[in-house]
């Protein structure tokens, strides 16, 4: 119920100021503000939210909205541009802009805004139930217990309950049931503890401040010089085997996603099977797809040890079975010759060359996603970035915390400019409808 | 959109109710989560019976998160180790540890191997385990990473990083043993008492397990008390907390911990561990 709440009220909220955001894009501190959020990943944010909040549902609720708000911003903004301009320039001058957007760009860009809060959702809802690993009462939580204490029976109850609320989203969320489902929502958030700003500000003026300049009143040119010794040490020790890991770790998965996918793919598409074997197919990739990686990888971890194979094996079977949904529908809507070939012939010779840009479009727009999961399974024993943000919080170390975070997020930016770069010399087009 | 602002007003209204006289305490989760629930549900119940206040016991995922909602004061008390606790009273000024366990003046933790190892039990500091798969508890753990790591770098001279073929953190107590006992782990690092306690509930295949080396003791356990809890609940309150916990008969209560009963404790008894953390740089 908690994974419901947290999901509903966190999506409600990232799509409402997204929306605002999107609509001031244009200015560049806005672009820069929302590319960096959505570069944090939730749990980033949750670990930050416990300490200034602790465990109430603000903490759930802001970890969710604040990065979604960042995402739905630049998705809404894209939606916008590629509006229709006709019905804009028939509307006389002079029109004021309020009206102007409301009743000539945005009835153009409406169903697919829905459509895309409708997916929004069901990420949050997979997020939501993440969350319940650093400590939230989520889906989550009661995964890691029963993981943890070895009640095998429970976890898999837990995760059939999961893959029935994300399979039967479309089915109860509607246009009428919103308003209830967010009352609802605010009514079974968890009962909070006393909080109090001064917790907030004490984080913000104190708990982040590098450990040498915190208790000082003046700043000297010795305490400058131990600052930088302190900054040294965090980058040499741990953000660059931390960055050298994850790093590695993308790449390998990166590259294990486009095997897969491209093995994934002839499950649902209608050149290769019937309508049954594809059925059978279509069920197998909503499963694997709708399994958080997180939860994937942390299965797979408890049972091998930290090393990178089960990370890679999460990453790439959750992001192949997405991007091989994407081509194997691309694929159904070829038209081939009739007199084609078959088998495997037909695959390599007729299909892979003609999906080939869409399959590099959508494995280049993943790139920048299997990036922050990587990041976030150092929590999980990996000693990629996250390993080291979740010793620091452990540590009750949050300037180093903060540090490593921000590198992390400008890593993600770096990647994120660079893959649209590559898509753009590629001219490799896509819509974008899943994120 | 005034829906929104609303939503957002509601929000804001739910998380500032402040339950001004519940009488609030936790537990670093250093077992297994279910065990660790029913017993401190318990001592809520007994707490509430002595101190004639609401009292109510709140579980936390990580002992990291012990320790914040404590600086928070979302807890007045807490069951620390010996590390969380150093940690949590240098961040609440005043607060004080009020008891420890009997045992705690002379914890220890055993450093345990699986068969595959080849490890034998010795007195010295076993240097064979270099190279071998080794998990400690938490990372924020006294008897499962600071005591250890310190005893591997004294032995050692290096980080365990540089002197194993793979180091792990497996959460808590329960699950180190259980990892070395199915093997994933050749070596561990664990609390005695939390040993001795899965021991007898026939969790530990001795034919599989052994303990290879004790470390010296040193001490652990503690509850520990906010400094500014005598204003909130009146004079005399924190002595009230430490006669309720000394005075703790039921044996039901004490053998879930497992301690053989509370005794008095002050913050200096703590001092080798922050030397410790120090000097392993846990603590800056």
Same mark, same amino acid.
Request: with cysteine; hydrophobic share 50%; proline share 4%.
């Given at each position: ?435 | ?135 400690? #508890?938490? &990372?924020?753990?006294?008897?499962? +990473?600071?005591? @250890?790591?310190?005893?591997?770098? !004294? %032995?050692?001279? *290096? ?87 000394? #005075?703790? &008969?039921?044996?039901?209560?004490? +053998?879930?911990? @497992?301690?053989?009963?509370?005794? !008095? %404790?002050?913050? *200096? ?16």
């Amino acid at each position: 119920m908690m994974t419901l709440a947290f999901a509903i009220l966190g999506v409600a909220l990232a799509n409402f100021t997204g929306f605002l955001l999107a609509v001031i894009f244009h200015y560049r501190a806005v672009r820069v503000a929302c590319a960096f959020v959505r570069a944090v990943h939730e749990l980033f944010w949750a670990l930050i939210f416990l300490q200034i909040f602790g465990l109430t549902a603000l903490t759930g609720v802001l970890a969710i909205a604040i990065p979604y708000s960042g995402i739905c911003a630049k998705v809404y903004a894209e939606l916008l541009e590629e509006a229709d301009p006709a019905p804009m320039q028939a509307i006389p001058n002079g029109t004021s802009i309020v009206s102007l957007f409301f009743y000539a760009k945005l009835p153009g860009v409406w169903s697919n805004v829905k459509t895309y809060s409708f997916y929004r959702l069901e990420c949050g809802l997979r997020s939501s139930a993440v969350l319940g690993f650093v400590g939230l009462p989520t889906l989550g939580f009661y995964l890691e217990t029963a993981y943890k204490e070895g009640l095998y029976s429970d976890l898999s109850a837990l995760l059939i309950v999961f893959y029935v609320l994300i399979s039967t989203v479309r089915k109860w969320m509607r246009r009428e049931t919103i308003p209830v489902l967010l009352i609802a929502a605010c009514v079974v958030l968890p009962e909070s503890g006393a909080m109090t700003w001064s917790n907030a500000w004490r984080f913000f003026a104190h708990d982040i401040m590098p450990t040498p300049i915190r208790n000082v009143e003046t700043i000297t040119i010795p305490i400058m010089l131990e600052t930088w010794f302190w900054f040294q040490t965090l980058i040499l020790n741990e953000a660059l085997p931390g960055i050298l890991n994850t790093i590695v770790l993308t790449m390998i998965a990166l590259a294990a996603t486009g095997i897969l996918s491209l093995l994934f793919f002839p499950l649902i598409s209608s050149l290769f099977f019937g309508p049954k074997s594809r059925l059978a197919g279509h069920t197998i990739l909503v499963v694997i797809r709708s399994t958080p990686e997180y939860v994937i990888a942390f299965v797979l971890l408890q049972l091998l040890g930290p090393s990178m194979f089960p990370a890679v094996v999460a990453l790439s079977f959750h992001n192949a079975a997405i991007i091989g949904h994407l081509i194997g529908n691309f694929s159904n809507h070829l038209r081939l010759r009739p007199d084609r070939s078959k088998g495997i012939n037909l695959y390599s010779y007729e299909t892979l060359p003609r999906i080939y840009p869409q399959f590099l479009a959508f494995l280049f727009y993943r790139w920048e996603v299997i990036f922050r999961e990587t990041a976030i399974l150092g929590i999980l024993g990996v000693k990629t970035l996250g390993f080291f943000v979740d010793s620091a919080f452990a540590d009750i170390r949050f300037d180093r915390a903060i540090v490593l975070i921000i590198i992390t997020a400008l890593l993600n930016i770096f990647i994120d400019i660079l893959s649209r770069s590559i898509r753009s010399r590629l001219r490799l087009q896509t819509s974008l409808d899943t994120h | 959109m005034k829906k929104f602002i609303m939503l957002a007003a509601l929000i804001l209204g739910f998380t500032s109710q402040i339950q001004a006289t519940e009488f609030v305490f936790t537990a670093i989760p250093d077992q297994d989560e279910s065990a660790l629930k029913k017993r401190f549900n318990k001592i809520a119940v007994y707490l509430e019976k002595e101190l004639s206040v609401k009292t109510k016991y709140i579980p936390v995922k990580s002992y990291a998160a012990a320790v914040t909602a404590f600086r928070n004061n979302q807890v007045q008390l807490a069951w620390f180790g010996g590390l969380s606790g150093v940690r949590a009273r240098q961040l609440v000024k005043g607060s004080k540890a009020i008891a420890q366990g009997f045992e705690d003046p002379f914890f220890e933790t055993y450093f345990i191997a699986h068969k595959s190892s080849g490890l034998k039990p010795s007195l010295s500091f076993p240097k064979g385990m270099a190279g071998k798969t080794f998990t400690f #508890g938490s &990372k924020g753990s006294t008897s499962g +990473r600071l005591m @250890p790591e310190f005893h591997i770098r !004294k %032995a050692f001279g *290096k980080t365990p990083d540089k002197v194993f073929k793979r180091v792990g953190f497996s959460g808590s107590h329960s699950r180190t043993v259980a990892l070395v006992n199915s093997g994933a782990y050749e070596v561990g690092a664990v609390n005695f008492k939390v040993y001795k306690k899965e021991l007898n509930a026939g969790k530990i295949d001795q034919k599989k397990v052994s303990i290879i080396w004790k470390t010296p003791g040193y001490p652990d356990y503690n509850w520990s008390i906010r400094g500014d809890t005598d204003k909130k609940f009146g004079k005399g309150f924190t002595n009230r907390v430490q006669k309720a916990l000394i #005075g703790m &008969k039921d044996p039901v209560l004490l +053998r879930s911990f @497992p301690r053989k009963s509370f005794i !008095k %404790a002050v913050n *200096k008894d703590f001092k080798p561990i922050l030397d410790t953390a120090r000097e392993i740089g846990l603590i800056d």
